[in-house]
């Protein structure tokens, strides 16, 4: 592949590179757009010494530029990675590709007594945090290996979503310096949440990513068998009128929507379409 002509973004990438570039290949085909160049900047992060074995953790920031009706996109992941070396031997290891969560069956959202005013939910502002964040953790939060729905949350927190339920984590949406609730953290959680609560942060479902707007919200089932694995949220449309989104648990910044270049995804992938309404 001479898409990345840069060595060291190579070398980082290794067996991946393959694999990953031909399905961002297929994906701009289908969109019509045109992959113009790369761009990496790679940080070590971490280095571990054992014996004769090192172990190095590092952060690649990959930039991805697009062309579609004339206009230039720019999509931005960062992608974490290891290698070792043992002795004078050096040991290629792939990326570290995690985009799914852990499963928490809720119930649905129950009514409780929390009162407070219904406010319109503010997309700019949420919109906001997602440019902020997307690439690092706000130290307000606590972060979680799988931190996809974490990052939605605070976005819709930031677009004054109210958190209701709080003390009871299968109840309602909410965080507090010491717990929080199941659909706060857990992807399979935050989907039933937006499709069943009456109250508060609440969902409506709607069936073309094409109707949503930003600040709003699309949940992944990428092996189609009923456990919702990712979320994303909503920051900007292509001259398609097609959803980009901001997303942890892999670092992405205007990344088309459908994820059909990331590993997780397979031909079984569902998906859920919010619109916020609070």
């Given amino acids: 592949m001479e898409l990345i002509r840069d060595y060291w973004v190579r070398a980082c990438l290794g067996d ?5 570039l031909n399905r961002l290949k297929r994906l701009a085909k289908r969109r ?6 790369f ?32 206009n230039l996109y720019i999509e931005e992941r960062i992608l974490p990675y290891v290698h070792s070396t043992k002795g004078n031997h050096y040991v290629q290891e792939k990326p570290l590709n995690k985009e799914k969560n852990e499963l928490k069956t809720p119930p ?4 409780n007594s929390d009162s407070f005013i219904e406010k319109p939910f503010n997309r700019r502002k949420a919109v906001q945090y997602a440019e902020r964040w ?34 009871d984590r299968e109840t309602g949406w909410w965080y507090t310096d ?45 092996e189609g068998d009923g456990r919702w694995d990712h979320q994303a949220i909503v920051v900007v449309k292509d001259d398609n ?6 997303a942890h648990t892999n670092f992405s910044r205007h990344r088309y929507w459908s994820y059909e270049d990331s590993l997780a995804w397979t031909e079984n992938t569902a998906y859920k379409f919010f619109q916020i309404d609070t």
Avoid at 16 to 20: G, T, V
Avoid at 32 to 37: E, L
Avoid at 42 to 70: D, E, N, P
């Fill in 39 to 70: 761009q990496g900047r790679i940080r070590c992060v971490q280095k571990q010494k054992i014996g004769r074995s090192s172990r190095y953790r590092y952060l690649l920031h990959l930039k991805i530029f697009f062309q579609q009706a004339g």
């Fill in 178 to 222: 010491e717990n929080w609730s199941f659909s706060w953290s857990v992807a399979h959680s935050l989907r039933w949440l937006l499709s069943s609560s009456k109250k508060g942060l609440k969902g409506k479902e709607v069936f073309s990513p094409k109707e949503l707007l930003p600040g709003d919200i699309i949940c992944y089932d990428f």
């Fill in 108 to 111: 649905a959202a129950r009514e």
């Fill in 16 to 20: 991946y590179e393959d694999e990953w």
């Fill in 134 to 167: 997307w690439n690092e953790y706000n130290p307000d939060f606590k972060d979680f290996p799988n931190n996809c729905t974490n990052f939605v949350s605070q976005c819709l927190l930031a677009g004054e979503a109210k958190m209701w339920g709080f003390h």
């Fill in 241 to 246: 009128n097609e959803p980009l989104v901001n």
């Fill in 32 to 37: 019509s757009v045109k992959i113009v160049r």
